[in-house]
């Protein structure tokens, strides 16, 4: 996911550079996008071993207006939502955004967004 993001032009831009962080490096300055939590289930059926993870990812802005968390949450919905990423020994069924937001923060506004990926072993 966080690869993907990062390969996606239009999202480093609004962005101003590379930053989307699995984790926050010291002194990382607004905009970016970070990943939170990622909670797995089982989803197993009586033969096929599967799970579904909920990845929830936090955008953090440095703008007074809701614009620019709007644009961020836009371009990460538009690479993920649906996308059919390759994930070494499983086979990626689906990954949805299932949940968004976007809120004050302070002075500034940023977003959180929840996504649904469903994999199987193979």
Known sequence: MRAALLAHAPLRLLLGGA?????????????????????????????QKAHEHFVALSVKTNSRSRRLAQQVLDEIETVLDGAGLSLAGHRLVNLRLT??????QGETYGANLRFRAATERV
Do not use: N
């Open 19 to 47: 930053h989307v962080h699995e984790e926050l490096p010291r002194g990382a300055r607004p905009p970016f996008v970070l990943f939170e939590t990622i909670e797995t289930r089982d989803w197993s059926v009586a033969d």
């Open 99 to 104: 949940f968004w937001s976007v809120t004050r």
